[in-house]
């Protein structure tokens, strides 16, 4: 690299301070904490172009810290859920409580973004007037733009849709509006332009399918090839496309947004490494020394153990040099990503505390049984026996106090277990399973011991106790789907792809909180529910005589309504599962007015044709990626690393992967020394595919396209000029 | 190559005859013959391994003549037709006339079974005594077999799915069957856990949400959590995980599958080339000379033009040799399997008949017109108008009149595009739209005509001819989605795959009818409809007092029965729709027995969850196709050659490509011969990407995984032992 290239390089924060790094070998505090800044929003794929004088670093550092924003998510959360507490309130509290804390909460984000505003470059933050409302929605910013993405290829399909329908009604109108045919209920039957479009609409649903037929069908056979038709076209065909199309432009729009992350992230490793950069020699490649960027590494994982940061430099440098240049430098983010589990080979507390009885024969032999598979089989059939139990009349004393026994069992296993196994091995971040074990039966033990308590001091037992006593043994069952292997597979798949699903879930959560925000301002208390034992003879009609005689007071609906904020959520949970929201969405057109409907029509298009479908096609294609199983070159480095220092975790005993054998009872890690008895101290192994954040998977999707030497250096922040809190765009590069 | 390798690849037809071709030019009739149908073979994709003597080639080309197939074809749907007329009838005829019928079809379906064992290798056919019933299933084979591909992928899936609704039901018996809780018609409430089973599988479906909650939900609030959380797991995330699995091994077979499928047909290929191969000079490659290629593409292809033939022969033929090698000869099968539209450039007849006529001011003038896009947006408008005056009440005479001035100009509107475009072109074969108007308005105005002098004479009109006439006039609007681009698109490409989604209907059917004849034997007779005006008091329960109350008689399902074929293929459609099918199978499983619900459940399983999800996932594959628009290597060769010789269609004039041109009103092409004045008299143009077969669709899918060189030369008849039926396995090339 040439010299006039470099000084292109050398970030603002050196230039303000007037000093040249070239050359300069000592770094001052300040130096390290930018690059630590720039390499951890490279690593968690921030995107803020902040102020670089010194004292803004270190107020963005402390904007990053997680307490600040684990505080501002409390408070996000409070304020969004004081919408219990408000009237139309489910445990109403006086206004005076639910202001304060409003006021508390608001304080809190005027704090947070005035801090903000002392981050980033001053002159950018006023430039733009939509900075604050931007700020507001930034965290759901990636999913509600994919959603954007999507709408205009959606738009044509959805008139061609929409047209479709409209010419069917017309037809429908034409064919079997003149007939006199009726309803169930007596009213003429498909006479209303605006009413058959709208039963078409809901047939397009299938919620009342066949019943909308049915008068047609019973007057004449061939008038049901009417409906078949419509049913193929629109309810099959362009529900397929819908979902095509939603698919094809997600995946457009994801790979150029991960491109573009991955673009910043590499520009953000280059600035770091033109802070910390030095030349060994007159004319040599600029380089960062492994003091240097252990001082880095530190400031940017403080938890971060010396002899997984070793192992990181060791892959870094590669030959041993010392030092390394720009290439292997702008890796250090993803490395930072992978996670690596270290495995510490210790003996068993109860070898050091008594070896001769640990190692006498008959604790081997133990030991052995424990290992057995026929342990794992012995104790599967254990738990069918008790599932047929549980099934049985827990009233009969047989079986009550069968119960006992099945979980002295189940308190012998985990025992005989943390006898065989290192307790820390067996109780380690990734033992998902064991975890679980442990944490049920004790619950269980617990809650069935304050039941038995109970009901012989006061001959009572209480319902909720109970309850928890009845789903604590019912969830232990689950055990035995760890024991099956293609079970495990597709379950860890499930645990896998989890976190990436959640990032829809907050997506829907806040378009549910949008409707139903509106829907009570628009329903609230039309629709009225009396407990069953109420004997007001209003709550045959739900409270309002409007819908006396109507689908929705029949069928008891009541307690569906806007009400309050928890009964909105669970009424449209039931609109997105889609049967019978016609006669929801009836039933509150009764209530106010016919238009209601299009509140409903637009939440059916918005969430289930639009939101639903891209989340079927996230599932999908996180599915294929977890399917085509292969390692990220980065991963496959790191791997080399390990097996080249000879700390992997030896293969042979492992199923799949570390994590897979560690959540299964059959492996033989952390104790029996016995069997491997020259395995280094410390042992690593790279934890599987889990994705910590949805980018690090959407990055896995598209890793292929990308150009790994892109680095996408010649844009400077001026270039960026409104793209202040958008991504940057590099299309120029 | 070598000559060894040559020797290998001889035929066994010339084998037998004892001649080698090794320097013979002269080609008997029985040689064209064998090649010929080696060629059509793989052209179609047919696996058949005949025998090489000359008389059987002959049979098997009159077996393979598509007469014959069609005959079969119409017997085949004679046969599964009876179904209608045999008891259950839905038009009774005499039992000696249903089974002369049937001994009809069985004497032709013997013949073609005689005639097929004649056309095969006779020693192969005896040795498998399996073969007569996979002839039966021959045509199926491909879609059956990419289920039971699937089957053991979803399989463990399915178990889980199913563990977990055990789960959740145990968990729905303990939490909530010992509370006293009633359903809306006062039954105990999840008491029984066969019950619940029941319901929970139900409500996966969704078809009884929100009511089979509402019970719980009413009594407390939180019980809404279970349900909402069974629906996430079950609806959302295993629904999701079908369709990934049924996606993905549905893929990963059909990838495997048209592997194999390109090898046979290369293989067939090779071997037409030995039978038609010479030695131009001795030492030299062997290869076809282009007066034995063109005598076999006209035994192959007896309707190609010589024009057509001749550009093949010149994509074949690069560099002009008189003869073409392997590997171009290979091709040859898909060159006639890309369509090529043949466009003669010719005057229009009026200019032929009276010139000074047409090519006057005034005659121009009106074609310019015509061809302008206000003309096209005049016609939208009146549709639109025409739009707005049926859905207006055809009572009234005014609006009944108008319907005579929007025929009128829609005749005009043909009329004036016939003079401007050359007729032969206006209503080429994929001038769809064109022949859709032309059909649409012709038959509108003979009902019209037909209906008013019925109406004129008897003063009745007859209400057949009336909802035919209606039928039309709104088809007619469809019309509006050709003039806007961008729905054009989306209709084309649903046309496009539009054959390929058939062979899935084929599958449906079959499944279908397979049920529908379980069906009938199990549930005939046990539900009776009764016509409207019928005053039989049965009728308030359908003819059965087993559903006296029940919600099959009150919604008034009765005509939702299997009494005979038609009817039960109308509710097997609406158990596919999937609303209320635990209302239709409950009604089915009170009138005979609790165990009847196995039967849906299980056409939910396999029509629902395995048969849709495939269906999915083709139309997502084949849309995916359709939009990465890219031609194949041989369709874009056959392109640039017919450019080169300067017998394109000229590109300025096309939207998109020459199919969708033409079938929009604006093209100027075969009329206006003022504009290019220079048009060669005949110009090719590929037309489009329209897939004749599924085949053809599924290649182009994987097409470019496959490698173009891949012959598969040294497999041999014998290798293949008891593949005689199924693809042949070319593993060991």
Same mark, same amino acid.
Request: aromatic share 14%; hydrophobic share 55%; charged share 15%.
């Given at each position: 690299m040439s010299e006039p290239e470099k000084n292109e390089n050398i970030p603002e924060a050196s230039a303000r301070k007037g000093i040249s790094n070239i050359g300069n070998t000592a770094k001052s505090k300040e130096d390290f904490n930018l690059a630590a800044i720039y390499v951890s929003d490279a690593q968690y794929n921030r995107n803020v172009y902040f102020d670089t004088l010194p004292q803004a670093v270190r107020l963005y550092m402390l904007y990053n810290h997680w307490a600040l924003k684990?505080?501002?998510?409390?408070?996000?959360?409070?304020?969004?859920?004081?919408?219990?507490?408000?009237?139309?309130?489910?445990?109403?509290?006086?206004?005076?409580?639910?202001m304060l804390v409003e006021i508390l909460c608001l304080l809190i984000f005027t704090i947070r973004l005035i801090h903000y505003a002392k981050v980033i470059l001053r002159d950018k933050f006023w430039k733009d007037p939509k900075n604050i409302c931007i700020i507001v929605i930034l965290t759901l910013r990636r999913a509600f733009r994919s959603i954007r993405n999507a709408l205009p290829q959606i738009f044509y399909v959805f008139l061609l849709f929409m047209f479709s329908i409209l010419i069917f009604s017309l037809m429908a109108l034409k064919l079997l509006g003149k007939r006199g045919l009726t309803n169930i209920n007596g009213t003429p039957y498909f006479t209303s332009y605006l009413e058959i479009m709208?039963?078409?609409?809901?047939?397009?649903?299938?919620?009342?399918?066949?019943?909308?037929?049915?008068?047609?069908?019973?007057?004449?056979?061939?008038?049901?090839?009417?409906?078949?038709?419509?049913?193929?076209?629109?309810?099959?065909?362009?529900?397929?496309?819908?979902l095509a199309v939603v698919y094809n432009s997600y995946k457009k729009y994801l790979k150029e947004e991960v491109r573009q992350l991955v673009r910043a992230k590499r520009h953000k490793m280059v600035r770091a490494f033109g802070v910390l950069q030095e030349q060994r020699e007159e004319g040599?490649?600029?380089?960062?020394?492994?003091?240097?960027?252990?001082?880095?590494?530190?400031?940017?994982?403080?938890?971060?153990?010396?002899?997984?940061?070793?192992?990181?430099?060791?892959?870094?440098?590669?030959?041993?040099?010392?030092?390394?240049?720009?290439?292997?430098? +702008?890796?250090? #983010?993803?490395?930072?990503? @992978?996670?690596?589990?270290?495995? =510490? /080979?210790?003996? &068993?507390?109860?070898?050091?505390?008594?070896?001769?009885?640990?190692?006498?024969?008959?604790?081997?032999?133990?030991?052995?049984?424990?290992?057995?598979?026929?342990?794992?089989?012995?104790?599967?059939?254990?738990?069918?026996?008790?599932?047929?139990?549980?099934?049985?009349?827990?009233?009969?004393?047989?079986?009550?106090?069968?119960?006992?026994?099945?979980l002295a069992l189940y308190i012998l296993e985990i025992l005989l277990k943390l006898y065989v196994f290192e307790p820390r091995v067996?109780?380690?971040?990734?033992?998902?399973?064991?975890?679980?074990?442990?944490?049920? +039966?004790?619950? #269980?033990?617990?809650?069935? @011991?304050?039941?038995?308590?109970? =009901? /012989?001091?006061? &001959?009572?037992?209480?319902?909720?106790?109970?309850?928890?006593?009845?789903?604590?043994?019912?969830?232990?069952?689950?055990?035995?789907?760890?024991?099956?292997?293609?079970?495990?597979?597709?379950?860890?798949?499930?645990?896998?792809?989890?976190p990436a699903i959640l990032t829809f879930g907050q997506l829907i959560i806040v378009v549910y909180y949008i409707f139903a925000m509106v829907g009570m301002e628009l329903f609230k208390g039309k629709v009225t529910f009396y407990e069953q034992s109420s004997t007001n003879l209003a709550k045959a009609y739900c409270g309002n005589p409007l819908l006396n005689g109507t689908d929705f007071a029949k069928l008891n609906y009541c307690k569906n309504n806007f009400n309050n904020v928890v009964s909105s959520f669970i009424l449209l949970v039931e609109l997105t599962v889609v049967n019978q929201w016609h006669v929801l969405s009836s039933g509150f057109a009764t209530v106010t007015h016919i238009s209601a409907r299009i509140f409903f029509v637009l939440f059916h298009i918005i969430v289930v044709i639009v939101i639903l479908n891209i989340f079927v096609a996230f599932v999908l294609e996180a599915f294929f990626v977890e399917y085509s199983v292969d390692k990220s070159d980065l991963q496959t480095s790191l791997e080399r690393k390990i097996e080249e220092l000879e700390l992997a975790v030896a293969q042979e005993t492992m199923e799949d992967n570390l994590v897979n054998a560690m959540e299964t009872i059959d492996n033989d890690l952390g104790g029996s020394q016995s069997a491997k008895p020259n395995l280094p101290s410390l042992m690593f192994k790279i934890a599987s595919k889990r994705y910590r954040t949805v980018d690090a998977l959407l990055q896995r999707i598209f890793e292929a396209d990308l150009d790994p030497e892109d680095f996408a250096e010649n844009d400077d922040p001026e270039t960026q000029g409104n793209e202040n809190f958008a991504n940057p765009l590099f299309s120029h590069a």
């Open positions: 684990v505080l501002l998510y409390f408070f996000m959360l409070v304020n969004l859920s004081l919408a219990i507490f408000e009237d139309p309130a489910v445990y109403p509290l006086p206004i005076w409580a639910t709208f039963d078409l609409y809901v047939l397009v649903t299938t919620a009342n399918s066949p019943d909308v037929m049915m008068p047609a069908y019973n007057a004449n056979f061939f008038f049901a090839v009417f409906f078949i038709v419509y049913i193929l076209i629109n309810t099959y065909i362009f529900m397929s496309v819908f040599g490649e600029p380089v960062v020394t492994q003091a240097s960027w252990n001082q880095l590494v530190r400031l940017v994982q403080p938890n971060l153990s010396n002899a997984h940061r070793e192992l990181l430099w060791s892959v870094s440098d590669d030959k041993n040099q010392g030092a390394i240049g720009k290439v292997a430098f +702008v890796q250090l #983010a993803d490395l930072l990503n @992978i996670e690596i589990i270290t495995i =510490k /080979s210790r003996p &068993h507390p109860l070898q050091s505390l008594c070896p001769s009885l640990y190692q006498s024969a008959p604790s081997k032999l133990l030991c052995q049984l424990v290992q057995h598979r026929a342990f794992v089989m012995v104790y599967d059939l254990i738990i069918l026996v008790n599932a047929v139990f549980i099934g049985l009349d827990e009233e009969n004393p047989m079986i009550a106090n069968s119960e006992w026994v099945f067996f109780f380690s971040k990734h033992s998902f399973w064991n975890w679980f074990d442990t944490i049920i +039966v004790i619950s #269980a033990l617990i809650a069935t @011991i304050i039941n038995s308590v109970m =009901k /012989s001091s006061s &001959h009572f037992s209480s319902r909720q106790i109970l309850d928890i006593v009845f789903i604590l043994r019912v969830l232990r069952l689950i055990r035995v789907v760890d024991s099956i292997k293609r079970f495990r597979i597709i379950i860890n798949t499930l645990i896998r792809i989890g």
